[in-house]
């Protein structure tokens, strides 16, 4: 058997992949302003990725994705499909927190509109139910003439 034939001056193709995979994740961040997050200025490369500016990812991987799954397109083939197109408008570098809390903080980083505290969260679901219990209450003690749905302004006007 002859030994691999080394693939443009690399030992291997996985190599050769790796190199081209690469340099691709750097154009890319080049074109999109750079190695470094646009909110919290976060520079490991580890932590970066593309973000869309106003699209929603998952619904873009599923449009482009064969399998119309959200996962298995995005990353290397979102780069690659990129730099076909020239690098457009619409995207930036992200760290994953800033990505990720965007996301569940309704398209703002909490670094720039906090995200609201846990406790008012509870307690607003905790409202949410003494409403509902009352509503019950007012259903139970008017047997005969129960109400159909929820919440005070249908058991206010019956
Ligand atoms: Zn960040
Ligand atoms: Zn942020």
């Known amino acids: 058997m002859r030994p691999k034939k080394p693939k443009r001056g690399f030992p291997d193709h996985k190599t050769l992949l790796k190199f081209q995979k ?19 200025k976060e520079t490991d490369p580890e932590f970066l990725t593309l973000d869309h500016i106003n699209l929603d990812g ?9 399998t119309g799954r959200n996962w298995g397109w995005g990353g290397f083939h979102l780069y ?4 076909k197109e020239g690098f457009p408008p619409g995207f930036q570098v992200l760290c994953l927190n ?4 965007k996301t569940r903080n309704n398209g703002i980083c909490p670094h720039k509109s906090p995200s609201r505290p846990l406790a008012e969260r ?11 219990r009352l509503v019950i209450c007012f259903q139970t003690t008017n047997r005969g003439h129960v109400l159909k749905g929820h919440g005070f302004s249908r058991a206010n006007t019956a």
């Open 22 to 40: 690469l340099q691709l994740k750097i154009q890319a961040f080049n074109a999109y302003g750079g190695c470094k997050c646009a909110c919290c």
């Open 58 to 66: 998952g619904a873009q991987r599923r449009k482009e994705s064969s």
């Open 80 to 83: 690659r499909k990129l730099r």
């Open 98 to 101: 800033c990505n990720f809390g």
């Open 122 to 132: 509870l307690a607003e679901l905790e409202a949410l139910r003494a409403q509902a």
